[in-house]
Nanobody, 122 residues
């Protein structure tokens, strides 16, 4: 599964951004789909995920209430709406497909996108 991300950028604290993850020619049907992020000097961490079949979602505590997943099945695209952004949200955001819904573990990711930079200035 090839994952293509878009939507990153430079914003100010309190602003919003929407990231997109598409799978050209593929399907999300059999995967947990979601996002991880990696800030400079830090490990890649779980952000949010959706079980594509059940539509159940789960979020890291640090983003709960501010970030929201949505999907367009016709376009086979996953979105991450990020509101009330904070400087600590600055990171490269990676779309991920795998079986990590409960573990939230990088080791359970089968496919990664190329990453998109999100920078939040104070």
């Amino acid at each position: 599964v090839q994952l293509v991300e878009s939507g990153g950028g430079l914003v100010q604290a309190g602003d919003s951004l929407r990231l997109s993850c598409a799978a050209p020619g593929g399907t999300f049907r059999y995967y947990t789909m979601g996002w991880f992020r990696q800030a400079p000097g830090k490990e890649r961490e779980f952000v949010a995920a959706v079980n594509w079949s059940s539509r159940d979602t789960t979020y890291a505590d640090s983003v709960k209430g501010r970030f929201a997943l949505s999907r367009d099945d016709a376009k086979n695209t996953l979105y991450l709406q990020m509101n009330s952004l904070k400087p600590e949200d600055t990171a490269v955001y990676y779309c991920a497909a795998g079986t990590y819904y409960y573990s939230r573990c990088r080791g359970n990711v089968d496919y990664w996108g190329q990453g998109t930079q999100v920078t939040v200035s104070s």
